[in-house]
């Protein structure tokens, strides 16, 4: 017997999927690691404390307040992050339009019309893996309509990508990164937020909680 049609387009869409990943995570990877490099050894050294940074993420919400700075580290982040949190990413969104018809996520435009911007902040998402997950459901979904991504983000460093993943992402979804501190009030001079989220269609607080939470709940004076 052969398989329906669907199923066939859909392992052809998936394997689409994967394959753009790997390619994507090699060149971000590979971007990262092109940066100054030390010594061997001290290189060793850098990259298992990279690694060790990066596990104190893996397995529960920030309790040390885990610094995103470094080539080795944001390789290492690249590599085990990208795929998994875009896919993620992806997979929810897709599974409230399945769950909820009702709810039109991103109202569609006609197909002879010019295409519409949708406009997504995402808070926290400064490596871009949300907006890569973003950018199959534009390619899936929303093929007549261009999503401009904010990428707000604490760690500036990750601004160094933002060429490479506007490359990645073209023509469909346009990143931007924004320096930004989620866990300042909405009215301190390092928050852009209470300017610019005003005018998006979509907030994502995908990870940054978690990634945040010590500084969140560190007093400040």
């Known amino acids: 017997n052969s398989k329906p049609t669907d199923e066939i387009l859909d392992e052809i869409l998936i394997m689409n999927r994967k394959e753009w990943y790997e390619t994507a995570t090699r060149q971000l990877v590979n971007q990262a690691t092109s940066q100054k490099k030390s010594a061997k ?15 104190e993420l893996s397995t529960s919400s920030d309790k040390t307040g885990v610094s995103f700075k470094g080539s080795l580290f ?3 982040y690249y590599s085990t992050k990208f795929q998994r949190r875009g896919q993620l990413l992806y ?4 599974d409230l339009r399945k769950k909820c018809p009702s709810f039109n996520l991103f109202p569609q435009n006609d197909k002879n019309s010019s ?11 400064g490596p871009g893996t ?3 997950g973003l950018l199959w459901i534009q ?14 983000d604490y760690e500036t460093s990750w601004k160094r990508y933002a060429k490479t993943l506007a490359e990645l992402f073209a023509p469909g979804v346009e990143p931007i ?26 907030l994502l607080f995908f990870y940054v909680c978690h990634e945040t939470s010590q500084r969140q709940n560190k007093k400040e004076p």
Do not use: W
């Open 74 to 76: 944001q390789a290492n």
């Open 139 to 152: 390619k899936d979904f929303h093929p007549n309509q261009r999503f401009q991504v904010v990428l707000y």
């Open 115 to 125: 295409p519409t911007t949708i406009k997504i902040a995402s808070i926290g998402g």
């Open 41 to 55: 050894k001290a290189q060793k050294e850098e990259k298992q404390e990279a690694q060790f940074r990066s596990s």
């Open 91 to 94: 997979a929810v969104l897709s």
């Open 130 to 132: 949300d907006a890569a």
């Open 177 to 202: 990164f924004l320096p930004c501190d989620v866990t300042k009030p909405l009215h301190h001079d390092y928050s852009n937020l209470k300017v610019d989220v005003s005018e998006m269609d979509l």
